[in-house]
């Protein structure tokens, strides 16, 4: 049972860890995307150096390792295992994004694998997540600041429709993740300084 668990977290680690950011943009172009813009290694990032739509492939693919890695873990672990080790290796997951082995421990913010994560594991999260994120951005035109709530939204979420405390503390701590991973974002929409997102996005946005 033992090396069920570690197999399970070492693999949702390394799947996690996977900079489709990095790879398609030093593919595409050539060029680290880590000295593009804002540095981040997400959807965002990538959709500066190579244009919307691999932007959203980048997207839809982080989110997919997370929705993958998920089924997988699912399969390693014993059915009879308590439910905080999936969410551990899930939580592990994001982890890998955000501070990859693969980049030196950079990384990106975490938003398209938690929504990987949370479409497997717990869809209506997932499905507010979205509905939060659409609207904030449509409204505000912040992607960052959508991002926030939009992860803050998700331990209400649990809270009031899961009525676990596992999920619920899983979805705390990784709404503290994006929220942390967001820092410098925030800090610049406190100062007014946030860039606001257009579409599509052009080199000049500057939002992570």
Aim: net charge positive; with cysteine.
């Amino acid at each position: 049972m033992m090396i069920n668990i570690i197999i399970a977290f070492f693999i949702s680690y390394i799947i996690g860890a996977i900079p489709f950011a990095f790879i398609l943009t030093r593919f595409m172009t050539g060029k680290d995307v880590r000295k593009i813009g804002s540095g981040n290694v997400g959807a965002t990032n990538a959709s500066r150096a190579m244009g919307f739509k691999y932007g959203v492939l980048v997207a839809l693919l982080d989110l997919l390792k997370g929705y993958v890695a998920v089924s997988l873990t699912k399969i390693i672990l014993p059915d009879n295992l308590a439910s905080y080790y999936l969410l551990g290796a899930s939580l592990l997951i994001i982890i890998g994004h955000n501070w990859s082995v693969f980049l030196s421990f950079s990384g990106g913010k975490g938003v398209a694998t938690t929504l990987g994560v949370f479409l497997n594991l717990v869809p209506l999260t997932f499905v507010i997540f979205i509905i939060v994120w659409f609207t904030v951005v449509i409204l505000t035109k912040y992607v960052s600041l959508a991002s926030i709530l939009g992860a803050l939204s998700s331990p209400i979420i649990s809270i009031i429709f899961y009525n676990n405390s596992y999920i619920t503390l899983f979805s705390c701590l990784v709404a503290i993740l994006i929220i942390l991973r967001h820092y410098s974002n925030l800090n610049r929409l406190i100062r007014g300084r946030e860039r606001r997102f257009s579409f599509p996005p052009g080199k000049k946005n500057k939002e992570g």
